[in-house]
């Protein structure tokens, strides 16, 4: 499968696009975003469409199992071991 084709195999495919797109994270936006986390977690490209987010700047949604706030941590968190990799070496 190519870097393009990653998301014919996607679980979410054939999901209502919304789903994705909680417009909280309090109340039924919580509700909502724990439906589209389950979705990512069956999903057999879970990693490119996590990749693809965080590539792209895609700062809204739940993409790759993980909501734009949980993106953000995870590449300063990945930034900051790229930091310290480099001053070991």
């Known amino acids: 499968m190519t870097n393009s084709e990653w998301w014919h195999s996607a679980a979410c495919r054939d ?19 724990a439906r589209a986390k389950a979705v990512c977690a069956r999903c057999p490209v879970r990693d490119e469409c ?8 895609l700062d809204y949604g ?18 900051r071991a790229d930091r310290v990799r480099g001053e070991a070496a």
């Open 50 to 57: 996590l990749r693809y987010a965080v590539e792209n700047g």
């Open 15 to 33: 999901e209502d696009p919304e789903l994705f797109f909680p417009i909280s994270d309090m109340g039924p936006g919580a509700q909502q975003t």
């Open 62 to 79: 739940v993409f790759g199992g993980l909501t734009e706030r949980e993106r953000r941590d995870f590449v300063r968190r990945a930034r």
